[in-house]
């Protein structure tokens, strides 16, 4: 695009609400979808991915989309896939309080997802594909697992090794909490958006100067 590195600045969307801080750590019941349901946002992959896994763990899957009858026979195919339709965000939280870890399988450019900053503010680790800001959003082997988009047998690998190490889980969550960067936090993100501003206005006046 021709615009220096150091005139783009990157704002994340910021947590509304309290973040949900560890009193006792228990592995979760499931992993969790949510998002459309269309191709570009990855459930197939994921769909593919988990029928592969065959897990002891289901899979709850959230929202709505062109593929939802495709999701619904999955789900009749598999009493371990579970289609829950679309939820209120109270709700959508409530099942994050309970799961694994989010999947967000997206293979295409992404704003920055606000459904995985929702997911740290309940200590939820995150496995995504590293496409554009969900790679920025994930810190792989920090709050989550990231894995080639739309590569069905790496985002299987990635399930596996939750399922298998509860103590690098355990350790996910903790790092939520711990490196949880305080900008994603509202007053703090509104300030660094002010400072945006701030540097703009003073390198146009520097140039006009």
Not at 167 to 194: A, G, R, T
Request: aromatic share 12%; proline share 3%.
């Amino acid at each position: 695009m021709g615009i220096p590195a150091e005139k783009i600045y990157l704002k994340p969307n910021f947590l509304q609400g309290e973040t949900k801080w560890l009193e006792t750590i228990d592995f979760g019941k499931y992993y969790l979808f949510v998002g459309r349901l269309e191709t570009e946002k990855g459930i197939l992959n994921l769909l593919n991915a988990y029928q592969n896994l065959k897990s002891e763990y289901p899979l709850y899957i959230v929202g709505s989309g062109s593929l939802q009858s495709v999701v619904e026979q999955y789900a009749s195919d598999n009493h371990k896939i579970q289609y829950l339709g679309q939820r209120t965000r109270e709700e959508v939280i409530q099942y994050m309080q309970g799961a694994i870890a989010l999947i967000f399988p997206s293979i295409w450019y992404e704003g920055f997802p606000l459904t995985i900053l929702e997911a740290y503010s309940q200590s939820l680790p995150v496995i995504g594909s590293n496409i554009g800001s969900v790679s920025y959003a994930i810190q792989n082997g920090i709050t989550g697992l990231t894995y080639p988009a739309g590569d069905e047998k790496a985002l299987k690998r990635a399930l596996l090794s939750i399922e298998n190490d509860r103590k690098d889980w355990i350790d996910l969550k903790k790092n939520i909490l711990n490196n949880l960067d305080e900008i994603y936090f509202v007053d703090n993100n509104i300030s660094f958006l002010v400072e945006i501003y701030q540097r703009i206005v003073k390198d146009y006046y520097c140039k006009e100067n």
